[in-house]
């Protein structure tokens, strides 16, 4: 049987965003979607874990919203979201932090009278802080044995150095001093008007702004009025060896190399990105074809890269057995050296292309997700047709530019290199 030609896809037009400034000077974004009851309301800040003054402070800060607030207690809250059917819950890390509210477009009303609550009058309910920070600090603890994380941890602070932003690391320390002030003191600072922008996705009519407006958009909000500016970058103090290994017990080591790379706003970046992927970013990559398929030495390894607000860190990392950490070693610097001196094949290459424009494509397909998407350039300060732009780099991308990217950014002798495990 002929197997079907392969044609080029992708997509040469953007969902079109309406964009409004309420009376307070929040701006909302809106993305409209058809045959769905059902709306989700993001509310971005840029305050986050760049901004805190301690560890954990940001992280529980947002999670801990939803514990009560001065409208409601603890339980009232908590029955009064479920009986609505609704979802209330938060992420942060180095670019902002996103309070999500998701519910049907029915119960609205009542469930933005309950955002408002928590989002602007939250109290912490000392019970449930305890409860959370007792469960997390567990949870760090089993982290701590897990020769993945301290691998992980050990090499980004090789890196950057241990007194970095980039590298806040809590310790189990970290979780007995945090108080219930500490989450308060945070909130009052960066959760406000002055510093909000909000999407909203899915079933949205007039009346549905209206509320919105009506709860966060006539006067100013918030404790503070902050007013983000782009942070000052902190030096770097990295490690002065480029090999750390560290003796931990277990059958498995882990292996984490790497090193910093240029921001997303680098004329090179999308070609670098091409280049992580073919080297070790989707399941048929180099790395993975021959450490985990040909040689069986891991059952998986990957090349990814941890972007940040200063700079972006390359990360290949894996974990196999002891006895063969050396050669998956080896492995990995053969690859890259390939990568440096062999032109990849025209069908290799497609095939990279097509699944970083496939990602992007469903990444931008109308969905509930697609707010996260522009959130993320919003955070980056990306304009929002950058998406178009990046495709058309990645087509454009050829195996020269594999090459010079590889030659350029991938030298093995400016790599940092950390082993944990029990590995002689």
């Known amino acids: 049987m002929k197997q079907p030609e392969i044609h080029p896809f992708g997509f040469d037009h953007l969902i079109e965003v309406k964009q409004k400034t309420f009376d307070n000077g929040v ?53 009064t979201i479920d009986y609505n059917g609704a979802s209330i819950y938060s992420r942060t890390g180095f670019f902002g932090t996103c309070i999500t509210l998701l519910c049907l477009s029915k119960n609205l009303p009542k469930m933005l ?54 590298t806040s690391f809590a310790n189990l320390d970290d979780y007995d001093t945090l108080t219930r002030d500490d989450l308060l003191s945070f909130h009052h600072q960066y959760i406000c008007s002055s510093d909000c922008q909000i999407w909203m996705t899915g079933n949205i009519t007039e009346d549905a702004i209206g509320l919105v407006h009506e709860y966060f958009g006539k006067t100013a909000w918030g404790e503070g009025q902050f007013v983000y500016q782009q942070p000052i970058w902190p030096d770097l103090q990295p490690a002065k060896d480029h090999i750390i290994r560290m003796k931990m017990p277990g059958v498995q080591s882990a292996i984490c190399m790497g090193k910093l790379l240029p921001r997303w706003d680098h004329p090179d970046f999308t070609k670098i990105m091409v280049t992580i992927t073919l080297l070790g970013g989707y399941f048929g990559s180099r790395l993975m074809t021959n450490i985990r398929e ?13 972007q940040t607000l200063c700079e972006t860190a390359l990360m290949i990392s894996t974990a196999t057995a002891n006895e063969t950490v050396e050669q998956v070693i080896e492995e990995i610097y053969k690859e890259i050296q390939r990568m440096r001196t062999e032109r990849v094949g025209d069908e290799e290459l497609a095939r990279v292309k097509n699944y970083m424009i496939g990602y992007s494509c469903r990444k931008h397909e109308p969905g509930l ?11 980056k300060g990306c304009p929002y047709d950058n998406i178009l732009t990046e495709n058309r780099l990645v087509l454009d991308t050829t195996a020269e530019d594999i090459i010079d990217m590889t030659d350029r950014y991938l030298d093995v002798d400016s790599m940092r290199l950390c082993v944990v495990g029990n590995a002689d």
């Open 369 to 379: 997700g697609l707010s996260k998407l522009l959130m993320n350039m919003y955070m």
């Open 294 to 306: 040909e040689k069986g030495l891991t059952y998986g390894i990957q090349a990814s890269l941890r």
């Open 27 to 79: 701006t909302i974004n809106l993305i409209p979607l058809e045959d769905t009851r059902v709306v989700m309301i993001d509310f971005f800040f840029h305050g986050c874990k760049w901004h805190q003054s301690r560890c954990l402070q940001a992280y529980f800060s947002a999670s801990l919203l939803c514990t009560s607030s001065e409208e409601y207690d603890a339980d009232i809250l908590a029955e």
């Open 113 to 166: 009278e309950v955002m408002k609550s928590v989002l602007i009058h939250p109290t912490y309910d000392q019970k449930r802080f305890d409860t959370s920070v007792s469960m997390m600090k567990q949870s760090a603890a089993i982290r701590k044995t897990d020769v993945n994380s301290v691998c992980n941890e050990t090499f980004l602070e090789t890196l950057y150095g241990k007194s970095h932003r980039c």
